[in-house]
């Protein structure tokens, strides 16, 4: 009998030590136990951390350290002739200059950006062969296009020559061809304005050719903003020339409606103009400037070269404004 008690003894004393050495370690020292896994991406495998970074839109190239922007004056940006105008830092958003920003007004061929990403929304076979027919006749203002009704191109084509070139018959033969044909498309566009949080926005037609196309300055920032994640837009609304190859070994020249896009002295990486009469000269741009990644929006120009002339004055202003900047000591 001592004996059993003895051995339960030791237990009970045994098993204090231990509890009490439990006891003792610091919940701080056990980081391992409590670290979420996200905290710890060294131990994901190789094939999982590229997963996850694949996951990240690709398609928008990788964003250079910039140098600090100092302020700009506003008073100093003089002569523009645009009716409305916005610039922006696109990855803040951060206005450095604006003007007339929240009036609805027609936009014309600016819309073109928005049929280009319910193109590509949409994942439609872009070698598709798609005809041009009467219905993408433009019977509204009498515009002329290249393309001849009864010529075949693809949706890819058609795509292109829309942002570059600004042609209609293309724009409007892409809305005639999507699902549901021009209606359906309308509302797509619509429904995509809507969740980019452009509310003062609205579309009636694929093309710009209506006056009842309207949106404003600061809408059109982040229309541009979405457009620049897609590659194909980047890359159609800044080549500088296209051509549609024809029977007989014949091709069909087409060139960017923006000049700026050949000029050296210019960084840009999405174009687009728009002009009707009700609009005015249009453009919005994504530049690079003094290493400064920027959006431009420009309404209304009352001349046919005014826009290309804000456009450079927003440039001289930026360089400008970074050359006086005070050196560090």
């Not at 926005?201 to 809408?219: E, H, I, M, P, Y």
Request: with cysteine; aromatic share 4%; charged share 20%.
């Amino acid at each position: 009998m001592q004996k059993k008690f003895l051995i339960l003894g030791l237990l009970l004393l045994t098993t204090g030590v231990f509890a009490a050495q439990d006891e003792a370690v610091p919940q701080a020292e056990q980081p391992e136990v409590q670290a979420p896994v996200e905290a710890q991406p060294v131990l994901l495998p190789h094939d999982i951390a590229q997963e996850v970074a694949q996951s990240e839109d690709a398609s928008q190239p990788a964003a250079e350290a910039q140098p600090e922007l100092p302020p700009l004056d506003p008073a100093k940006l003089r002569g523009m002739r645009s009716a409305a105008a916005i610039v922006v830092k696109q990855e803040q958003e951060l206005p450095l200059y604006s003007k007339n920003t929240d009036v609805p007004m027609p936009i014309a061929s600016i819309t073109k950006l928005m049929t280009a990403m319910v193109i590509l929304d949409a994942q439609l076979p872009l070698d598709e062969q798609i005809t041009i027919e009467k219905e993408d006749v433009d019977t509204l203002r009498g515009t002329r296009s290249k393309l001849k009704v009864g010529m075949t191109l693809t949706r890819d084509e058609l795509l292109q020559l829309a942002l570059m070139a600004s042609e209609n018959r293309a724009a409007a033969a892409l809305a005639r061809a999507y699902p549901g044909g021009v209606p359906a498309f309308v509302a797509a566009m619509n429904r995509k304005a809507e969740a980019l949080g452009m509310m003062d926005t609205r579309f009636v037609d694929s093309t710009g050719l209506s006056s009842a196309n309207v949106s404003t300055a600061q809408d059109l920032v982040k229309m541009v903003k979405a457009s620049y994640g897609y590659e194909l837009i980047r890359e159609y609304t800044t080549a500088h020339s296209h051509a549609v190859g024809l029977r007989k070994s014949r091709n069909l020249p087409f060139h960017n409606s923006n000049q700026l896009v050949k000029s050296k002295s210019w960084d840009i990486g999405l174009s687009k103009t728009g002009y009707i009469r009700d609009s005015g000269r249009c453009l919005v741009m994504q530049a690079i400037i003094a290493q400064q990644t920027v959006i431009i929006v420009l309404l209304d120009s009352w001349g046919k070269y005014t826009r290309i002339a804000d456009a450079n004055r927003i440039k001289r202003w930026i360089e400008t404004s970074l050359a006086r900047k005070p050196r560090a000591s």
